[in-house]
C-alpha cells in the first residue's frame, strides 16, 4: 500500500528555535494536510494544501505542496512551549473515490524546553 | 456542543466484555470513519461510512462492528477483544458531497483491553 515517509520522528529544541519536518512518497497526492495532536486529544488540522507548488501559512506555521506532488514540508517558526504535541503529514491520493483515502505519516514528536 | 464528539474518554474491557464506542458530529457532514491509532504507527483506518452507507472496509476483524444509523452518529460495538486491540481509537467526520473537506476529529475514546 502507499506509505508517507515523516521525518524526522522526534525533535528536542529550545523555545524560540525554528522547526522543520517533511513527508515524501513514491505516489502522487492531489492533497497534503498538515495535522497537530496535543496530548489526550484527537488531531486537529493545521493547513491544508490542494495545489502543487502552493504554499500556505497559518500563523507561525508555514507549509509547501511539492512540485512533484509527493512531497510537502511543514515549518514553525519561533517556537513556544504550547507547540509540543504531535505533527502528522496526510496525503490525498489522486483519482478514485476520496472516501476515507488519507495516507497518514507516522508523525513527529515535537518537545519544546523553555 | 459543537465539533466531533466521543464516549467514553477512557474504557477499560476484559475480554469477554461487549461494549459500543459512540460518536456524534455536529457539523453536518455526510461521512464519517473510524480510526485506529497505536504507539508509533500510522493513523489505521477502519471504516468509513457515506450518508449511513459503509463504502470502507479496510479487513478490520469482524470483533469490531460499526453501526451508522444515520450521518450524525457512528457507533463501533466491540466484542471478545484482544489485548492487542488496546489502543486510541478516533471517530472523524468529512464533507464529502461537492468537493471534498479535510477530516475532523474527535478527542477519541482510549481503550485498553485486559
Known amino acids: 500500500g502507499q506509505q508517507l515517509n515523516q521525518s524526522p520522528q522526534s525533535m528536542f529544541i529550545q523555545e524560540g528555535e525554528d522547526v522543520s519536518m517533511n513527508c515524501t512518497s513514491s505516489?502522487?497526492?492531489?492533497?497534503w494536510l498538515w495535522y497537530k495532536q496535543d496530548p489526550g486529544e484527537g488531531p486537529v488540522l493545521l493547513i491544508a494544501l490542494y495545489k502543487a507548488g502552493e504554499l500556505t501559512s497559518n500563523g507561525r506555521l508555514t507549509a509547501q505542496f511539492g512540485i512533484t506532488r509527493k512531497d510537502s514540508f511543514l515549518n514553525i517558526s519561533a517556537s513556544i512551549p504550547s507547540d509540543v504535541g504531535i505533527y502528522f503529514c496526510?496525503?490525498?491520493?489522486?483519482?478514485?473515490?476520496?472516501?476515507?483515502?488519507?495516507?497518514f505519516g507516522q508523525g513527529t514528536i515535537l518537545t519544546v524546553h523553555p | 456542543e459543537t465539533g466531533v464528539t466521543q464516549t467514553p474518554r477512557h474504557l477499560v474491557m476484559g475480554m469477554t466484555n461487549k461494549k459500543s464506542l459512540k460518536c456524534e458530529q455536529h457539523?453536518?457532514?455526510?461521512?464519517m470513519y473510524w480510526y485506529k491509532q497505536s504507539a508509533k504507527k500510522p493513523l489505521e483506518l477502519m471504516f468509513v461510512y457515506n450518508f449511513k452507507e459503509q463504502t470502507e472496509n479496510n479487513s478490520v476483524p469482524s470483533r469490531f462492528s460499526p453501526e451508522c444509523p444515520n450521518s450524525s452518529h457512528l457507533f463501533l460495538h466491540l466484542h471478545t477483544l484482544q489485548p492487542e486491540d488496546s489502543a486510541l481509537y478516533l471517530c472523524?467526520?468529512?464533507?464529502?458531497?461537492?468537493?471534498?473537506?479535510?477530516?475532523?476529529f474527535g478527542n477519541g475514546t482510549r481503550l485498553t483491553v485486559t
Open positions: 472523524a467526520s468529512s464533507q464529502d458531497r461537492e468537493g471534498w473537506t479535510p477530516l475532523h
Open positions: 505516489s502522487i497526492f492531489n492533497t
Open positions: 496526510a496525503g490525498l491520493r489522486a483519482g478514485g473515490t476520496s472516501y476515507g483515502k488519507l495516507t
Open positions: 457539523l453536518g457532514h455526510n461521512a
